[in-house]
């Protein structure tokens, strides 16, 4: 690596009406090294990221590249610069096979991004070839896009990003929705193509796994300001970021349900949550034999699975396998299914979404959808239902505003904040708040701990233990094992539209090599 910083970041600032989101930050980065910046949801990497990619203009500060002051360049001329970037959701031309999308960034690098529709297809092709082997897709080459793996769009994504020879690469989340070792795979191809050609990676990242494993060095912002920097180990011993950022991991104790298995072999009584109010079901959700389509794909070819009142099940499987799917299904969101879906007892296969939502199914998706020119009260007032009972007369607690936010905290400071002025994790909370306004009696949550901090993610561990205690059933779309491990009572894994493992959590939480058949972890 370079004696010299390739990359400095001078005292920046920038504020968005009275929030001061970043507040003096300074970096520096060498040719050759990785610099993981990280942070709370809401601590400004976004913003700073964004900052020094051109995507924002700072209020103060400058942005020097090998010496060279870049402040408030607009991408393009950045791109002409030097610097390249990916995105958290892969930006790639589906329909494009994997060649042809290296190809554009080919015809682009040269110059010549306005005559694509003449020569793409023999643009270079064997550069195009040269990279795509460098991150492992030469055999893929003529594939269209749309039928890779996700962790494969993510490896092309860097080849598309490394066809301008950049000397400074912005990864915004590059690991988010991938499997373990998919995760280590990348980072460490990332690794290896950055030392090879003296290219500095800036990259922001939730899984820690990631950041201590694989960063040279590691930037910690709270509340826009830098509170520490140095190299991975010295980060992860610093107290004051374990208190911000890392949390002290999860409170396993309160998930009974992972406690060992009693002298009768059957798992202990989920909490005694609040089910003495709860009338005594078989099941609240009972799915069989579900068969769902995308167009022509066939995804999902014959689940089957239950969800009892005040129970956490919890879907988990590689990329690909139909976790979100399956939850689209039950929602009613997806045009083509077939197969049975009761809830209490009553058949809503085939009923519009509202109707469904409406009987008392809250969906949570992983993309959010919040609405972003509404404040978080307003939010909240879109979700709204009124108050519901079990099929019995028994009333079901109300969920109110007051009573949400006192189950996220962050939520309560910021009442009137449009929710496009929120971090990931904070519009994540409000998702979920949103839902819960709609009182349901099952909740689907898709993705619950994904790209948020570690620290809202035991909020979000809480806030399910609370909906458990007032008897709710959880159907639970997840990809961390801890997070599940936390929170479920089972765990039902899917691969390829089927489920092909099923076990109480705390079996599968110990059990290696279903882990490592079905997971990859």
Request: hydrophobic share 45%.
């Amino acid at each position: 690596m370079s004696a010299e910083p390739l990359l400095r970041v001078e005292g920046l600032h920038k504020a968005f009406g009275g929030v001061q989101a970043v507040q003096g930050l300074s970096l520096q980065l060498r040719a050759g090294e990785l610099l993981a910046l990280i942070g709370p949801n809401g601590a400004g990497k976004t913003t700073s990221f964004n900052m020094v990619g051109g995507q924002l203009v700072p209020d103060a500060g400058r942005v020097l590249l090998a010496g060279q002051d870049i402040t408030g360049a607009s991408p393009r001329r950045l791109a002409r610069a030097g610097v390249a970037r990916t995105f958290q959701i892969a930006q790639t031309f589906l329909s494009f096979t994997v060649l042809q999308n290296v190809q554009l960034a080919l015809l682009a690098a040269d110059g010549l991004a306005w005559r694509w529709w003449r020569a793409a297809d023999r643009h270079r092709a064997a550069d195009a070839l040269a990279l795509l082997a460098q991150v492992g897709l030469q055999a893929q080459a003529q594939r269209p896009c749309s039928e890779l793996a996700y962790g494969d769009v993510k490896r092309l994504e860097l080849a598309v990003a490394l066809a301008r020879r950049p000397r400074l690469l912005l990864m915004d989340e590059p690991t988010a929705g991938m499997a373990p070792a998919e995760r280590t795979r990348l980072m460490q191809l990332v690794r290896q193509i950055a030392q090879g050609r003296s290219m500095a990676v800036l990259f922001t990242e939730h899984s820690m796994d990631v950041v201590f494993g694989q960063a040279d060095r590691v930037a910690v912002l709270v509340r826009g300001q830098l509170l520490a920097e140095g190299l991975p180990a010295q980060i992860q011993a610093d107290a004051r970021v374990q208190e911000a950022y890392l949390g002290g991991g999860f409170d396993r104790s309160e998930n009974e349900s992972n406690n060992p298995l009693n002298d009768a072999g059957s798992r202990p009584k989920t909490s005694e949550i609040s089910r003495s109010a709860v009338p005594v079901q078989a099941s609240l959700l009972r799915v069989q034999e579900l068969h769902a389509w995308y167009g022509a794909a066939h995804i999902l070819q014959g689940v089957s699975l239950t969800v009892a009142p005040g129970e956490v099940v919890a879907l988990m499987g590689r990329n690909g396998a139909g976790k979100s799917t399956t939850l689209k299904s039950i929602a009613g969101l997806l045009a083509r299914t077939r197969g049975g879906i009761d809830f209490q007892g009553q058949s809503i296969a085939g009923l519009p979404a509202h109707e469904i939502a409406r009987a008392g199914v809250g969906y949570v998706p992983e993309e959010r959808r919040i609405f972003t020119d509404l404040t978080v009260l307003q939010n909240l007032d879109c979700g709204r239902q009124p108050p519901r009972r079990w099929p019995d007369g028994t009333p079901l607690a109300p969920w109110t505003v007051e009573r949400l936010f006192a189950l996220f905290p962050n939520l309560a400071e910021m009442p009137h904040r449009p929710g496009g002025r929120m971090s990931g994790g904070e519009q994540q909370m409000l998702t979920v708040a949103r839902t819960l306004m709609g009182q349901p009696l099952l909740v689907l949550l898709d993705e619950p701990s994904e790209g948020v901090a570690p620290l809202i993610v035991q909020q979000m561990a809480r806030a399910i233990a609370e909906m458990k205690r007032q008897g709710l059933g959880i159907l639970l779309c997840e990809q961390n094992l801890h997070f599940a491990e936390a929170v479920a009572d089972r765990a039902c894994v899917l691969e390829k539209g089927r489920i092909v493992h099923e076990a109480p959590m705390a079996e599968l939480a110990v059990d290696a090599a279903a882990r490592r058949l079905y997971l990859e972890v």
